[in-house]
């Protein structure tokens, strides 16, 4: 379920909406009667999902499955820039 709020009330409610939104809600907030944000729980994502995340998008836009880690380097390294393609 989600509700929109405007900006001035998301200011002043912030730890409020904070609670609703770990309890399972989503927060569109508004200016002006627009929608211009959304306030919603992070999913934790661990290095090996990301990992495999990368994969997959790189299968799905480059049409090969190039190794994504080369020997001794890790996910911290690419994430950082320092995987060379």
């Not at 770990?22 to 907030?29: D, K």
């Not at 390294?77 to 393609?85: E, S, T």
Request: aromatic content about 4%; cysteine-free.
């Amino acid at each position: 379920m989600s509700q929109t709020i405007g900006i001035y009330e998301a200011k002043t409610q912030l730890s409020r909406l904070i609670d609703r939104v770990e309890a399972g809600e989503t927060i569109i907030i508004s200016r002006a009667g627009r929608p211009v944000a959304e306030l919603r729980a992070l999913t934790a994502v661990t290095p090996a999902d990301a990992a495999e995340r990368i994969r997959a998008f790189r299968r799905r836009h480059l049409n090969r499955d190039v190794p994504l880690l080369g020997e001794g380097e890790t996910l911290r390294d690419l994430v950082r820039g320092g995987h060379k393609f």
